[in-house]
C-alpha cells in the first residue's frame, strides 16, 4: 500500500506535477492517510512541581484545598470542615479498572475502592445493604435508569453483588430494578458511599469520613446522630456496618487462646446431656441414659 502511493503520486505529490498550481497540491495532500501525516502537537508530560499526568488523573477527584483554613492537622490527622480525612493509597500505587478494601481502626469501618476504566474512582461500605456480600468482588457496569418522575435517563456505573446480582450506583449509592417494561429504575438510595480528595502534591487519596458517623467515647456502636439534633439519614447499609462494629468490639476485648478440641467436645456432648435430662424431669419421664452406659448392662444381663 506505501509503494502504490508512492507510484501512484498521492503520497506528498509527485515530481510531474510538482510545477501544478498549490490548489491542486492541497488536494492531492489531502487524499493521504492522517495516520501517514506527522503530527504537530508534542507530547505533554508531567512537570516537577508533582501534578498528575493528565491520563492519570481521576476525572471525577477534586484536589484538597490545601490553602484553606479549614483544613487543620492535629495529632497526623487531617481534618475538613469537623469530618476527618482518612489517608487510603496513593494514585500512583492504584491502577485503572481495580478495587480493594481498607479497614479504618478509628471508626471500624470497612470501605471498598473503585476506579473504573473510565478512569474515575468511588468509594462506598464494602458490605451490600441486602445480606452483607463483599461488594469489592463485584463486577462493574454501566446501566441506563429511567426515572419516572422526571421522565429522563441516565447512565449510572454500577457494582454487581456476588452474591444475589444486585446493581448498585457507585456514584450515588442507588439500587436499581428491572421493571416490566424491561426498563432499570431506581429504588433510591441504599448503600453509604463517601466523597474522594486527592493532594494536589504528594498525590495521595483521601476519604472524607462524617463526623455524624464516628464512633462514641466508650467505643460503641454509632448511631448517626448528634446532640444539635442533626440527624444523618440511616442507610440499609448501615445495618452491615454496625454488625462489623460489634464483631470488632467483641474480638478486642476478648483475648485469643488456644482451645482443645476433645475437650469443647465433651463439654457440648455434657450440655446437650444435662440439657435434655431437664426437659425430661419437668415431663416426668425416665432421665437419658447414655449409650456406653447402656451396652455395659446389655453385656452383664448376658
Known amino acids: 500500500m506505501f509503494n502504490r502511493w508512492f507510484e501512484s503520486g498521492l503520497l506528498y505529490g509527485s515530481n510531474e506535477n510538482s510545477n501544478n498550481t498549490s490548489s491542486s497540491e492541497g488536494k492531492k495532500q489531502s487524499l ?155 429504588k433510591g438510595q441504599r448503600q453509604r458511599t463517601y466523597p474522594l480528595y486527592y493532594h494536589p502534591i504528594t498525590l495521595d487519596l483521601y476519604l472524607e469520613l462524617d463526623h455524624r458517623l464516628e464512633l462514641n467515647q466508650d467505643n460503641n456502636v454509632c448511631e448517626c446522630t448528634e446532640h444539635n439534633h442533626q440527624p444523618l439519614q440511616t442507610l440499609d447499609s448501615d445495618h452491615y456496618v454496625k454488625i462489623h462494629q460489634q464483631q470488632q468490639n467483641q474480638t478486642d476485648s476478648k483475648p485469643h487462646s488456644v482451645v482443645n478440641l476433645k475437650e469443647l467436645r465433651e463439654k457440648r456432648e455434657q450440655q446437650k446431656t444435662s440439657s435434655f435430662n431437664n426437659k425430661q424431669s419437668s415431663s416426668n419421664l425416665p432421665p437419658l441414659i447414655h449409650i456406653n452406659n447402656l451396652q455395659s448392662k446389655t453385656g452383664q444381663r448376658k
Open 32 to 186: 493521504v492517510p492522517k495516520r501517514m501525516v506527522p503530527s504537530s502537537k508534542s507530547h505533554r508530560t508531567s512537570s516537577s512541581s508533582g501534578d498528575l499526568p493528565p491520563e492519570t488523573i481521576p476525572k471525577n477527584l477534586q484536589p484538597l484545598p490545601v490553602n484553606n483554613m479549614t483544613i487543620t492537622q492535629q495529632e497526623n490527622n487531617l481534618t475538613l470542615n469537623s469530618n476527618r480525612l482518612i489517608l487510603v493509597k496513593n494514585l500512583s500505587d492504584f491502577s485503572v479498572n481495580s478495587q480493594f478494601v481498607f479497614n479504618d481502626e478509628d471508626s471500624k469501618r470497612l470501605f471498598a475502592v473503585f476506579r473504573t476504566r473510565k478512569n474515575k474512582i468511588y468509594a462506598m461500605d464494602e458490605k451490600c445493604y441486602h445480606m452483607g456480600g463483599p461488594l469489592e468482588k463485584g463486577d462493574i457496569e454501566d446501566l441506563m435508569v429511567y426515572y419516572d418522575s422526571t421522565k429522563t435517563k441516565k447512565e449510572h456505573p454500577c457494582v454487581v453483588c456476588p452474591w444475589h446480582h444486585y446493581y448498585i450506583s457507585l456514584k450515588t449509592g442507588e439500587s436499581f430494578y428491572l421493571d416490566l417494561d424491561r426498563k432499570y429504575k431506581s
